[in-house]
Every structure is written in C-alpha cells, then in structure tokens.
C-alpha cells in the first residue's frame, strides 16, 4: 500500500486532455515539493514535473503540474498514443524521513 | 550528458547480501544525491535511500536494517548493499540523481537522471 494515493488508471483519446492525482497528507505532500515521472513500457523512470509544476529541459509543455493542499495534480494536454505509459508521483515524507511514491497510473490513449 | 549504469550479480540466494554499483559518467558526484530505488515486477517505485557527494547517508526507515549505501566519488562510483535477502527483494533496482534534496526548509526530492535499471532476482 502506497503512502501516496493514486488512481491505478485512466483513458482518454488522443487530443484530449487527461488528468491524474495524487493524494497524501499534511507529512507529505501538504508541507513538501511534488515530483512526476513517465515511465514507458520496460524503461525506466523520467523526469516529467519537479517543485510542483517545473519541467526539466526538454519536456513539452503538454505537460504540467499543479499542488493544492495534500493533493497534486498532473495534467496532460494533447494526448498522442507516445504517452502511453505508468505515471508516478514523490514527494519527501517529514514524518517516514522517506522518499514516498503513489503506486503508479497507467495511462491508455484509446 | 549524465549517464548511470548498475552493475551487479543477477541472482542472489536468500539469506545472503545483494550487492550493486553504479557508475556515473559525463559529470561529477559533486553538488549531487545519489540514490537506489528499486521496483518489484509489475509494482511501484520504492526508494531505498541516498548517498550525498560530503559522504551524508540516509536511508529508507523500512529497508535501514539491512541495508548499506557507500559511495567513492574518486572513482565515480557508488554502491548498494543489501543483506539477507528474501524473494521479496527481487525487483529492478535503479540508480539515480537527485539535484536536491530540500528547497529552503521544504523536502523537494527529483530524481533527474536514472540508470537503465537491472534486475536481481534472488532464488536458491
């Protein structure tokens, strides 16, 4: 079970815009920065969204990211069938002294 | 550009030490967390813990018992030991930059630049 709560999948159609959550609490998302990742089939882990809603170089601007309150938010825009992948958030829990992920959502593009 | 590579023994028997490197080219150590973070099959992420470039060590409260970062930024390198396995250690374990910790008083991990991970699985 995940510190970070979040939905094990979601759908929409290429163009679209899809939305993905991630739940915590006051120990962690509420009082620290919020990360994102893409991780496509057998690859590792990337870098999408750091600090809450800064993307590295080199990520499109389709993606962003947004925190309100113990809940964060990522947000994909113009869905192409290269973003199917599993995404995950981090964050830094005060209370575990730990580094916490959600469990992962996996994005279909129908 | 950075680039990690583990390195390690693929099949570890139970009860006994998994042990990794990661080697780290086309930049310093310096400035950087260095960190492990593995993942069973089909799961999710699990950081393990981080080695900062001074030699600070910090590591997963749930894991800390059997478990022994070290880093040689002489040689570029640092490494993952982690003792009496069980299956349930088998995973794809990763390594990973973070270019920060906190931002000001805020916990602000980012992991920028990971290895292509490799799998351990630890069987008789």
């Known amino acids: 079970q995940s510190v970070l709560t979040q939905p094990p999948s979601v759908s929409a159609a290429p163009g679209q815009k899809v939305t993905i959550s991630c739940s915590g609490s006051?120990?962690?998302?509420?009082?620290?920065?919020v990360s994102w990742y893409q991780q496509l089939p057998g690859t590792a882990p990337k870098l999408l969204i750091y600090?809450?809603?800064k993307r590295p170089s080199g990520i499109p601007d389709r993606f962003s990211g947004s925190k309100s309150g113990t809940s964060a938010t990522l947000g994909i825009t113009g869905l192409q069938t290269g973003d199917e992948a599993d995404y995950y958030c981090?964050?830094?829990?005060?209370?575990?002294?730990?580094?916490?992920f959600g469990g992962g959502t996996k994005l279909t593009v129908l | 550009q950075v680039q990690l590579q583990e390195s390690g023994p693929g099949l570890v028997k139970p009860s006994e030490t998994l042990s990794l490197t990661c080697t780290v080219s086309?930049?310093?150590?310096?400035?950087?967390?260095w960190s492990w973070i593995r993942q069973p099959s089909g799961k999710g992420l699990e950081w393990i813990g981080y080695?900062?470039?001074?030699?600070?060590?910090h590591y997963n409260p749930s894991l800390k018992s059997r478990v022994t970062i070290s880093g040689d930024t002489s040689k570029n390198q640092f490494s993952l030991k982690l003792n009496s396995v069980t299956a349930e250690d088998t995973a794809v374990y990763y390594c990973?930059?973070?270019?920060?910790?906190?931002?000001?008083?805020?916990?602000?991990?980012?992991?920028?630049?990971w290895g292509q991970g490799t799998l351990v699985a630890v069987s008789s």
């Open positions: 086309g930049g310093s150590m310096r400035s950087y967390f």
């Open positions: 981090g964050t830094w829990d005060s209370s575990l002294t730990a580094v916490v």
């Open positions: 006051s120990s962690n998302i509420g009082n620290n920065y």
């Open positions: 080695f900062y470039y001074t030699g600070t060590i």
């Open positions: 600090d809450n809603n």
């Open positions: 990973a930059r973070l270019p920060q910790m906190t931002v000001g008083s805020a916990g602000a991990p980012s992991f920028d630049y």
